[in-house]
């Protein structure tokens, strides 16, 4: 089983800092998703990075894979507390199934 | 345009009974999946299915079956449920194997007594 660990597990900070989130695993991935989740529904799929080294931004988020296609991160710039939410990535292996990592909970105080 | 549909949301079951979790979605996508998430451990698939017709195991079967009835719909199965399945279970459907967006359902959240 391919196991992939998020750090850090909870994470509260005050609204307009800097945070970053990791998603590291001894495996290669094709491919890495980042998924944010609200209470209640099911997660939604933020960013899919493909590229060893590939930079991805959305807006104030900025999503790198590694070189070697084994860990990710997440950066968010001056967080909101629209950014709350339990942060997941997941990395596509054999027949592009995909294996979630354990998740980041992340609370921005207003 | 509904997308993922799961029923029911919420249920409770005493030990060794037995239920299915409906999955239905209305975007003609060929994959679609069954994850059960558990604090801390994220999602964990359970089983999937390629094509309609088709189905195979993921990481975590043992317990539960799953019916593809036809294209839309993907149905999981409790035979005899146990403690142990207390959970909340996604759906999920993707156009393909591809690496396409996978689309969640809301979820089912089940308690086992």
């Known amino acids: 089983t391919q196991l992939l660990k998020q750090s850090p597990q909870f994470l509260s900070i005050q609204e307009g800092e800097n945070l970053t989130v990791y998603c590291n695993s001894s495996?290669?991935?094709?491919?890495l998703q980042w998924y944010r989740q609200e209470p209640g529904e099911g997660p939604v799929l933020l960013v899919t990075?493909?590229?060893?080294?590939e930079v991805k931004k959305l807006k104030r988020l900025t999503f790198q894979f590694g070189d070697a296609r084994k860990d990710s991160s997440l950066h968010i710039t001056a967080a909101q507390p629209g950014d709350t939410g339990l942060y997941l990535c997941?990395?596509?292996?054999?027949?592009?199934?995909?294996?979630f990592g354990t998740g980041t909970r992340l609370t921005i105080i207003p | 345009n509904a997308g993922v549909t799961q029923t029911p949301k919420f249920q409770v079951l005493k030990t060794g009974q037995s239920m299915t979790l409906q999955c239905a979605q209305d975007?003609?996508?060929?994959?679609m999946y069954w994850y059960r998430q558990d604090p801390g451990m994220g999602l964990r698939l359970i089983y999937y299915?390629?094509?309609?017709?088709?189905?195979d195991k993921g990481e975590v079967p043992n317990g539960y079956n799953v019916s593809r009835l036809n294209k839309r719909e993907f149905s999981l199965r409790l035979e005899s449920a146990a403690p142990s399945q207390t959970s909340v279970y996604f759906c999920?459907?993707?156009?393909?194997?591809?690496?396409?967006?996978?689309?969640f359902g809301p979820g089912t959240r089940l308690l086992v007594l």
């Open positions: 999920a459907s993707r156009i393909d194997r591809g690496r396409e967006t996978q689309y």
């Open positions: 495996s290669v991935f094709s491919s």
């Open positions: 990075v493909v590229t060893g080294g």
């Open positions: 997941a990395g596509a292996g054999i027949e592009e199934k995909l294996t």
């Open positions: 975007m003609n996508h060929n994959s």
């Open positions: 299915s390629a094509s309609e017709g088709t189905t």
